[in-house]
């Protein structure tokens, strides 16, 4: 299995710009996270989907981001306008069952960086 | 007070000691934790998992958890270089809409 892919691994932004997050979950995984890690607040969760559904946003810092998941196999998450201090490690992550967490496999992240 | 608290280290421990990795909570609904390895610049992966209060043995490393006094613990024998990286501890309740709820993590080196 190929694990959660990510795409950039890398971006560095200007101020303003809008930025695009994707990710691709395992596949048959029906729960897809998007956490956010930084030194000073460590990982913290954005928002979780349960077979596409988001079912937990309480986590997005506020309305310049959002995330959507279009299919099973695919998830975006949108900065826009992007700002220095959304500089940060994104983390997708899926699950193959909504009910526990002891089976999240994380991909390797994206590293964004707003200038 | 956050609900899951780490020390971040750097913890450099000399190779073949044993690495005593902690953590405490504050909601006593966790019932589920959890402690993932994260080497540089890659995704956070599961090490241990346990339910409830106990030991858990796997190898090298062995998870506690104390639920009376919210503490988990993991520790690590004949450590290696290897193992240097960041340890991340989580929970959740079991409750199924949430995420997990992690620790800052603690930096782990093993000096050869």
């Known amino acids: 299995d190929a694990g959660v892919i990510q795409s950039p691994r890398h971006e560095v932004t200007e101020m303003g710009q809008e930025v695009t997050l994707r990710c691709k979950p395992i596949?048959?995984?029906?729960?897809l996270f998007w956490y956010r890690q930084t030194m000073m607040r460590g990982l913290e969760l954005l928002i979780y989907?349960?077979?596409?559904?988001?079912?937990?946003d309480s986590g997005m810092p506020e309305d310049r981001f959002s995330a959507k998941m279009p299919n099973a196999s695919f998830s975006t998450l949108k900065i826009q306008p992007s700002e220095p201090r959304d500089s940060a490690v994104y983390f997708c992550?899926?699950?193959?069952?909504?009910?526990?967490?002891?089976?999240?496999?994380f991909g390797e992240g994206s590293w964004l960086t707003v200038v | 007070q956050k609900e899951v608290e780490q020390d971040p280290g750097p913890l450099s421990v000399p190779e073949g000691a044993i690495v005593s990795l902690n953590c405490t909570y504050s909601?006593?609904?966790?019932?589920?934790f959890m402690w993932y390895r994260q080497y540089s610049r890659k995704g956070p992966e599961l090490l241990m998992y346990?339910?409830?209060?106990g030991n858990k043995e796997d190898g090298r490393f062995t998870a506690q958890v104390d639920k009376s006094s919210k503490y988990i613990s993991l520790f690590i024998r004949d450590s290696q270089p290897s193992d240097s990286a960041t340890y991340l501890c989580?929970?959740?309740?079991?409750?199924?809409?949430?995420?997990?709820?992690f620790g800052k993590g603690t930096h782990l080196i093993i000096q050869p």
């Open positions: 989580a929970t959740y309740s079991g409750g199924g809409a949430d995420g997990l709820t």
């Open positions: 596949s048959g995984h029906n729960s």
């Open positions: 992550a899926s699950s193959p069952n909504g009910g526990t967490r002891n089976t999240i496999y």
């Open positions: 989907f349960n077979n596409n559904v988001p079912i937990d």
């Open positions: 909601n006593s609904a966790f019932q589920y």
């Open positions: 346990t339910y409830s209060s």
